[in-house]
């Protein structure tokens, strides 16, 4: 195609379409057009295997690099949502600096107030599981025995294990921490350099947001591009800010409601169960029963009956039924609405990958990826593979006769 150009020193600088090419090259539109589509096809072809390259290779590198991929993608998911709580700040003349040092304040505040509501008493309830196995193994007795008549082999496994005394471990008593620094202090080093990693990296982002804001949409070369950067900066945090807002307001509540009804039935560390509900309750369909499963142990260990053993994860997902198909739908809406079959690919992925904090980490970075991929624009695979053999979606006019019905 150079040598055509160089041969024609006419041929315009603005030619770009198949039929300006032929007639100053003296070549059939035919053919022009059939160059136009294998240069079209091994480019888009060349794109297609760096992105599977990409895409396959991306989740080990997560993986292997956890201990500096996961705090940093923690910290700028907590950034992008506390930069609402940033601009109000900033809007009453504050800073960006000291606007930020804020909102790390007040993060540092409720999560060492998290901390001291779930940590340091489940720490000393679930220290009392090696002397509660007997009361354990006699609340569940009755379904023991009824699951050992419908399968002999299960009943001679379940006898062995019910007939085993119990050892008691002789382990030296730990005082639980009673706040996230003193977490953090007896926590392994790796743990702490995440931890102070994170929290810098959410003061900077912050700090920095504003001015790094104006920079990227000021940088575009069009103001189509400035307006396009801009609604996707925007979409960004509004989508993620509101969803973790919304839904922590929700979890806070529905932690509460549990926590009373624990009280009323007599549980123990009633203010632990429901901070536990309300965390797990961050991890859709897989949280609330790991929440049900952890208060059936905790009923188990405490009440002597099995069925009031039994009330409290009976509480919990009452409460989280109705909070998950009434609550949520209503206060959430359709702006929100995720597909369930991407949320549960999203959990599987970042579960694998970064285990506990990737499945928190799920549903926030879904909405980041979609919001992205919807303002750049979806890849057409399918054309590339059966129909046009390019990677971007074209828009084509198609003439119909009147007498073709309208799509």
Same mark, same amino acid.
């Given at each position: 195609? *150079?040598?055509?150009?160089?041969?024609?020193?006419?041929?315009?600088?603005?030619?770009?379409?198949?039929?300006?090419?032929?007639?100053?090259?003296?070549?059939?539109?035919?053919?022009?057009?059939?160059?136009?589509?294998?240069?079209?096809?091994?480019?888009?072809?060349?794109?297609?295997?760096?992105?599977? %390259?990409?895409?396959?290779?991306? =989740?080990?590198?997560?993986?292997?690099?956890?201990?500096?991929?996961?705090?940093?993608?923690?910290?700028?998911?907590?950034?992008?949502?506390?930069?609402?709580?940033?601009?109000?700040?900033?809007?009453? @003349?504050?800073?960006?600096?000291? #606007?930020?040092?804020?909102?790390?304040?007040?993060?540092?505040?409720? *999560?060492?107030?998290?901390?001291?509501?779930?940590?340091?008493?489940?720490?000393?309830?679930?220290?009392?599981?090696?002397?509660?196995?007997?009361?354990?193994?006699?609340?569940?007795?009755?379904?023991?025995?009824?699951?050992?008549?419908?399968?002999?082999?299960?009943?001679?496994?379940?006898?062995?294990?019910?007939?085993?005394?119990?050892?008691?471990?002789?382990?030296? #008593?730990?005082?639980?921490?009673?706040?996230?620094?003193?977490?953090?202090?007896?926590?392994?080093?790796?743990?702490?350099?995440?931890?102070?990693?994170?929290?810098?990296?959410?003061?900077?982002?912050?700090?920095?947001?504003?001015?790094?804001?104006?920079?990227?949409?000021? %940088?575009?070369?069009?103001?189509?591009?400035?307006?396009?950067?801009?609604?996707?900066?925007?979409?960004?945090?509004?989508?993620?800010?509101?969803?973790? %807002?919304?839904?922590?307001?929700?979890?806070?509540?529905?932690?509460?409601?549990?926590?009373?009804?624990?009280?009323?039935?007599?549980?123990?560390?009633?203010?632990?169960?429901?901070?536990?509900?309300?965390?797990?309750?961050?991890?859709?369909?897989? @949280?609330?029963?790991?929440?049900?499963?952890?208060?059936?142990?905790?009923?188990?260990?405490?009440?002597?009956?099995?069925?009031?053993?039994?009330?409290?994860? #009976?509480?919990?997902?009452?409460?989280?039924?109705?909070?998950?198909?009434?609550?949520?739908?209503?206060?959430?809406?359709?702006?929100?609405?995720?597909? =369930?079959?991407?949320?549960?690919?999203?959990?599987?992925?970042?579960?694998?990958?970064?285990?506990?904090?990737?499945?928190?980490?799920?549903?926030?970075?879904?909405?980041?990826?979609?919001?992205?991929?919807?303002? #750049? %624009?979806?890849?057409?695979?399918?054309?590339?593979?059966?129909?046009?053999?390019?990677?971007?979606?074209?828009?084509?006019?198609?003439?119909?006769?009147?007498?073709?019905?309208?799509?």
């Amino acid at each position: 195609m *150079a040598d055509l150009g160089a041969s024609h020193p006419s041929f315009p600088a603005a030619a770009d379409n198949e039929e300006a090419i032929a007639h100053h090259a003296g070549v059939p539109i035919d053919d022009i057009v059939r160059i136009a589509q294998r240069r079209d096809r091994l480019l888009a072809a060349l794109t297609l295997i760096a992105g599977i %390259g990409l895409v396959v290779g991306t =989740p080990f590198a997560l993986k292997s690099g956890v201990e500096f991929f996961m705090p940093l993608t923690a910290a700028l998911v907590i950034a992008i949502a506390l930069v609402p709580v940033l601009e109000w700040l900033e809007r009453r @003349g504050l800073p960006s600096p000291i #606007a930020a040092l804020l909102c790390v304040l007040v993060f540092l505040l409720v *999560a060492n107030v998290a901390i001291a509501a779930i940590v340091v008493p489940a720490t000393d309830f679930f220290q009392l599981l090696p002397t509660r196995i007997s009361r354990i193994q006699h609340n569940l007795s009755p379904l023991l025995d009824l699951y050992s008549t419908l399968e002999k082999s299960v009943n001679r496994l379940f006898r062995q294990i019910a007939t085993t005394p119990v050892r008691q471990p002789q382990t030296a #008593a730990v005082a639980p921490p009673s706040s996230i620094l003193e977490l953090a202090a007896t926590s392994a080093p790796a743990v702490i350099v995440q931890f102070f990693f994170g929290v810098l990296i959410v003061f900077f982002f912050l700090s920095g947001w504003t001015r790094m804001r104006k920079r990227t949409i000021t %940088g575009r070369t069009s103001f189509d591009g400035a307006m396009a950067t801009a609604r996707v900066i925007q979409d960004v945090v509004d989508d993620v800010s509101a969803y973790l %807002g919304t839904i922590t307001v929700i979890n806070i509540i529905l932690g509460m409601v549990v926590s009373g009804a624990l009280y009323l039935v007599g549980m123990p560390y009633p203010l632990m169960w429901g901070g536990i509900v309300a965390l797990l309750n961050y991890v859709p369909y897989f @949280g609330p029963i790991v929440a049900a499963f952890l208060m059936a142990v905790g009923g188990l260990m405490t009440f002597s009956d099995i069925w009031v053993a039994l009330l409290p994860p #009976a509480i919990m997902i009452g409460c989280h039924l109705v909070e998950a198909n009434v609550i949520t739908p209503l206060v959430v809406g359709h702006r929100l609405t995720i597909s =369930p079959i991407l949320i549960l690919i999203s959990l599987s992925f970042w579960g694998w990958v970064w285990g506990t904090a990737g499945a928190l980490l799920a549903v926030p970075l879904l909405i980041i990826i979609q919001t992205v991929i919807g303002a #750049a %624009g979806k890849p057409d695979i399918t054309g590339f593979l059966f129909e046009h053999g390019t990677l971007v979606q074209q828009q084509r006019d198609r003439k119909r006769s009147p007498d073709e019905p309208s799509e």
